[in-house]
């Protein structure tokens, strides 16, 4: 996005890329629908970006849901919005969109540079490692979009961290965000449901304030935890409870159109031959995967007292003691500290250094939010690089 504003103004631009090909993390965004933005009123969509919503206000601004469809509508792609509330191109692929993308790019004269791994700086020059060698280049303005530390194998690895805190740039320590949870399943259950989703449950959390956060939605059960939309739209306060205290709990609601008397008026009337398990089905419609939660959590005295029973199915809480180690996550939080860029996004540090995208601290939870920023911020640092140059 830096690229496409800067070569409009007629800038030489050269993109450097370590990996063997250009935008292969966001080849992977589109792999199970190509979710652009979203379409929910502007000031909802601002507060999905939490504690920097604040420094992201004016980007988001300026590039916001309705532009961003206008800028992928102009290269040649339709766009709809879902049921959710999510902007997807309407044949739900990345891969057409990229392509028209670096089509029109090339024919502005921007350059394309693979495995050019940068190594930092020689005095005013920036080092790259390349199959034929170092090669140093000398930019009149420079635009870092290195990623976070997620899907490594993409190209993110957040190996610039060391790099720039050697400049002095003020660097929040990189998380995962958006990712699953390490519970600590017994064999026996992690065997059996491993895999499984856990559908139409409602989950609720405690955040640092004392409010609580609650989402419905489903996930899926994994050998070593949970993951899935539920728990990434919850994953923020989730992990911080667990680097406050080492754990975090989820509460999770089995049952959310039943009230907790209905629930234990039922599972009162007489159980006859039934097994537990025809009984939970029968009275309550809980089967499969919910009835291996509620033993796998509960002790057996639990199931031979209804109320304590309807108690534990509308409020279930899961010990959380991990999250995923952030190479598994879908991004990543921390990273360039908003205090350490002016108002262009350029470092303090490295006058005529811009930063865009993930590699600056915010967080944001998936559904277009995330897209929507890195293009957002590489826009600003682009007319934050015109300024620099003094063309415009």
Same mark, same amino acid.
């Given at each position: ?6 070569? @409009? ?58 532009? !961003? ?28 969109? !990229? ?26 020059? !920036? ?9 140093? $280049? /000398?930019?009149?303005?420079? $635009? ?49 449901? @491993? ?17 609580? !956060?609650? /989402? ?16 990434? +739209? ?29 629930? @234990?008026?039922?599972? @009162? ?7 537990? +398990? ?16 509620? /033993?796998?959590?509960?002790p057996a005295e639990v199931f031979t007292a209804p109320l304590r029973l309807a108690t534990s199915i509308k409020a279930l809480p899961l010990h959380l003691i991990a999250p995923r180690p952030i190479a598994e996550a879908i991004s990543t939080a921390g990273g360039v500290r908003f205090e350490a860029l002016d108002e262009y996004l350029m470092l303090r540090a490295r006058p005529g250094v811009f930063c865009a995208g993930e590699m600056l601290d ?31």
């Open positions: 996005m830096a690229a496409e504003v800067l070569s @409009a103004a007629g800038v030489g631009v050269e993109v450097c890329d370590a990996m063997p090909s250009v935008g292969r993390k966001f080849l992977l965004a589109g792999k199970g629908g190509m979710n652009i933005t979203h379409g929910e009123a502007f000031e909802r969509f601002l507060e999905r970006y939490g504690a920097r919503s604040a420094q992201l206000a004016p980007h988001l601004r300026a590039f916001d849901p309705a532009a !961003l469809r206008a800028w992928v509508h102009g290269l040649g792609i339709g766009t709809f919005v879902g049921s959710s509330g999510r902007v997807f191109p309407t044949d739900m692929k990345s891969a057409p969109l !990229l392509r028209a993308w670096l089509h029109r790019l090339r024919e502005r004269g921007v350059r394309f540079h693979v495995r050019h791994r940068w190594q930092g700086w020689d005095n005013d020059d !920036l080092v790259f490692a390349t199959p034929a060698g170092a090669r140093r $280049v /000398r930019a009149g303005a420079v $635009v870092l979009a290195l990623g976070g530390a997620s899907w490594p194998q993409l190209g993110s690895d957040g190996a610039w961290v060391a790099t720039l805190a050697a400049s002095d740039v003020d660097i929040a320590p990189l998380r995962p965000a958006n990712c699953g949870f390490d519970v600590g399943w017994s064999e026996g259950f992690a065997a059996r449901f @491993a895999g499984e989703p856990v559908k139409s449950v409602v989950a609720r959390v405690l955040t640092t304030d004392g409010a609580t !956060l609650q /989402r419905q939605g489903e996930f899926t059960i994994t050998a070593s935890g949970i993951e899935g939309g539920l728990i990434y +739209a919850l994953s923020a306060p989730l992990r911080d409870a667990i680097e406050r205290k080492g754990h975090s709990e989820l509460v999770l609601d089995l049952a959310p159109g039943r009230t907790e008397q209905q629930l @234990a008026a039922a599972l @009162a009337r007489p159980r006859g031959r039934d097994s537990m +398990a025809n009984h939970l089905r029968k009275r309550t419609g809980i089967t499969g995967v919910k009835v291996g939660l509620l /033993r796998e959590l509960l915010w967080e944001a939870p998936t559904g277009g939010y995330l897209l929507t920023a890195c293009l957002a911020t590489g826009r600003a640092a682009a007319f934050g690089a015109l300024a620099w140059l003094g063309r415009g």
